[in-house]
């Protein structure tokens, strides 16, 4: 079945970059999102990519998708304290009518 | 421009009561879906619709309820609270999946079933 995996931690020095990456299952998936929620909040969608991209750049934001390894990872640029929050990893195909979401990964950053 | 909005935002229940978890948004969105959140465990699926009068089960979807019976509103219903069900729901809306749509997340409500 469909999985998406993603570490439970990161923590990253303020002003270093911070990769968090993701593996999903599903070869068919069409859609590959990041989305960021902070404490106390919903998810808001931070970027997305579609599977016959292999980058996409916005901002501090660098997606990479590896689809022959099924990997994406989200690199934030001079991370600073407001990029705490958790991260969530999501796909989805164009059959479906669902979208599967990572465990989400914490980023904590120290000074 | 409200979104996506979800009542209440914090309630405590007893075992074995019941309730529903409103959830509305004004986008004219076909998708709704509700999810729970639970540490280490990510957003799971519990049901989900794909427009008014269509609802299906997501990953965990034994002891709640949905009724799409219009296309704003999509409310969840816990049958007979357990503890088990203590948990962040989430309501999202999107357009139709597959098209790389943003989802639009509610806000939240957090549930304790004592």
């Known amino acids: 079945g469909e999985d998406v995996e993603q570490s439970l931690f990161l923590s990253v020095r303020e002003g270093d970059s911070s990769v968090i990456n993701c593996t999903y299952t599903?070869?068919?998936?069409?859609?590959l999102y990041w989305y960021k929620q902070e404490p106390g909040a919903g998810l808001q969608l931070l970027t997305y990519?579609?599977?016959?991209?292999d980058m996409k750049q916005d901002q501090r934001l660098t997606v990479l998708l590896n689809k022959k390894d099924k990997h994406l990872s989200l690199r934030i640029a001079d991370t600073q304290t407001g990029d705490s929050a958790i991260y969530f990893c999501?796909?989805?195909?164009?059959?479906?009518?669902?979208?599967?979401f990572g465990s989400g990964t914490r980023l904590s950053i120290r000074p | 421009n409200a979104g996506v909005t979800q009542t209440p935002k914090f309630q405590v229940l007893k075992t074995g009561q019941s309730m529903t978890l409103q959830c509305a948004q004004d986008?004219?969105?076909?998708?709704m879906s509700w999810y729970r959140q639970d540490p280490g465990m990510g957003l799971r699926l519990i049901h989900y619709?794909?427009?008014?009068?269509?609802?299906d089960q997501g990953e965990v979807p034994n002891g709640y309820n949905v009724s799409r019976s219009t296309t704003e509103d999509f409310p969840l219903r816990l049958l007979s609270a357990a503890p088990s069900q203590t948990s962040v729901y989430f309501c999202?809306?999107?357009?139709?999946?597959?098209?790389?749509?943003?989802?639009?997340f509610g806000e939240g409500s957090w549930l304790t079933v004592v």
């Open positions: 986008m004219n969105h076909e998708y």
């Open positions: 599903d070869s068919s998936s069409t859609y």
């Open positions: 619709s794909v427009g008014a009068g269509i609802t």
């Open positions: 990519i579609f599977s016959n991209m």
């Open positions: 999501a796909e989805t195909h164009s059959s479906a009518s669902k979208i599967i």
């Open positions: 999202a809306s999107s357009e139709l999946q597959g098209s790389g749509n943003t989802i639009y």
